[in-house]
């Protein structure tokens, strides 16, 4: 049996209405890599509700998927990346390399992630979108390619109805201040 919900239509000119709601910010975090399955059924299920989801991957590349191209997951969710054919490697130093032929393939990640950074910050402020996850947005902080204050003025500066999914591992304190949620994902 399937059921189908009727999802009230989306509009950001809807700010003065009483039935929005408060967006929230939610945070998990682990230091191991492996629960972005949780956030992902998350979306999914928010998505296929009719909301407007979309999540932007700072550390994962993708051929034809930046930010021009944006895969459709369903008629509610987009997912973009990094307009790179493959990974950003996560540990810090790799990103820094001082050889030559690997100085040029780096400057080209750290435009990427850039650009996909700015057009994040735009697309969270035109607040056509009810959910955004920004899945390894402390890897992103943590190795110098997005700056800190900027993400907590983005989130200061929100549209109020948005709720937004951070994600990624030892996320910087300044962040689980303002978090609404946090959620620590650990193996015991």
Not at 45 to 59: D, E, K, S
Request: proline share 5%; charged share 20%; hydrophobic share 40%.
């Amino acid at each position: 049996m399937v059921a189908q919900l009727e999802a009230r239509k989306f509009s950001p000119s809807a700010e003065n209405s009483s039935y929005i709601v408060e967006g929230l910010v939610q945070v998990f975090t682990s230091s191991d890599r492996k629960f972005f399955t949780n956030v992902m059924a998350q979306a999914l299920r928010i998505a296929g509700q009719g909301t407007p989801v979309l999540i932007v991957q700072f550390f994962k590349g993708g051929i034809n998927q930046g930010h021009e191209q944006p895969v459709k997951l369903g008629q509610h969710l987009d997912w973009i990346r990094c307009d790179l054919p493959g990974a950003i490697p996560t540990v810090a130093n790799t990103l820094l390399e001082t050889d030559e032929s690997q100085l040029s393939i780096d400057k080209r990640k750290k435009k990427a992630v850039e650009e996909l950074w700015h057009h994040t910050q735009s697309v969270v402020l035109e607040g056509n979108y009810s959910l955004i996850v920004l899945d390894e947005l402390s890897l992103a902080i943590n190795t110098g390619l997005i700056v800190l204050n900027d993400v907590l003025e983005l989130i200061k500066k929100r549209p109020r109805h948005l709720d937004l999914v951070l994600t990624g591992p030892d996320m910087p304190p300044a962040i689980l201040e303002v978090a609404d949620q946090i959620t620590e994902v650990r193996r015991t």
